[in-house]
T-cell receptor, first 114, second 115 residues
Framework: DGGITQSPKYLFRKEGQNVTLSCEQN?????MYWYRQDPGQGLRLIYY???????QKGDIAEGYSVSREKKESFPLTVTSAQKNPTAFYLC?????????????FGQGTRLTVV | GESVGLHLPTLSVQEGDNSIINCAYS??????FIWYKQESGKGPQFIID?????DKRQGQRVTVLLNKTVKHLSLQIAATQPGDSAVYFC??????????????FGAGTQVVVTP
């Protein structure tokens, strides 16, 4: 089945550690995105990539890093510089065209700092 | 993005009634709008979209209305069912290449369907 797979579903991190969240898609989509969601709030854009080997900062990029070495994969690293990393992280993808098709979301990774 | 607080607006609807969820957007350059449904602990699911050259679009049991004059979007759900209980988000984006795909999300509305 085509779709977006995020792993792990739950992740626990000690303070001061970097962690990497995985996002893989087999939809042949050019664009991929990472959003952060806090309880009772909407989604805020962290990073996005419209094409392989290129990515752009979103609204809340500080303390995060990404790479886009393959079309299918867009991993997000939450670094120790991110002061409040506990949140629900959502990855999405969409075709890169001016027809404005919707973004498809994965099922999310819930990150908790312990 | 701006946080809008920890308590989502809640719409309580009786099963079988129609629901109307409202959304105000801020960017007059936005030309594409989407409604998503998010169930607890899951990723958002696409419901319906609309481009700025339209003011109404209908899907199965859902209708989206767009009023560009007042920058307002609404989602109407007909004959609301228990399975419609979820958080509903509107999202907007604009056509410029550097902004393409940058969906800006609203804070969301919690819909609770009562029997």
């Amino acid at each position: 089945d085509g779709g977006i797979t995020q792993s792990p579903k739950y992740l626990f991190r000690k303070e001061g550690q970097n962690v990497t969240l995985s996002c893989e898609q087999n939809l042949n989509h050019d664009a991929m995105y990472w959003y952060r969601q806090d309880p009772g709030q909407g989604l805020r854009l962290i990073y996005y990539s419209q094409i392989v080997n290129d990515f752009q900062k979103g609204d809340i990029a500080e303390g995060y890093s990404v790479s886009r070495e393959k079309k299918e994969s867009f991993p997000l690293t939450v670094t120790s510089a991110q002061k409040n990393p506990t949140a629900f992280y959502l990855c999405a993808s969409s075709p890169f065209n001016r027809g404005h098709t919707e973004a498809f979301f994965g099922q999310g990774t819930r990150l908790t700092v312990v | 993005g701006e946080s809008v607080g920890l308590h989502l607006p809640t719409l309580s609807v009786q099963e079988g009634d129609n629901s109307i969820i409202n959304c105000a957007y801020s960017n007059s350059a936005s030309d594409y709008f989407i409604w998503y449904k998010q169930e607890s602990g899951k990723g958002p699911q696409f419901i319906i979209d609309i481009r700025s050259n339209m003011d109404k679009r209908q899907g199965q049991r859902v209708t989206v209305l767009l009023n560009k004059t007042v920058k307002h979007l609404s989602l109407q759900i007909a004959a609301t069912q228990p399975g419609d209980s979820a958080v509903y988000f509107c999202a907007e984006s604009s056509m410029t290449t550097d902004s393409w795909g940058k969906l800006q999300f609203g804070a969301g509305t919690q819909v609770v369907v009562t029997p």
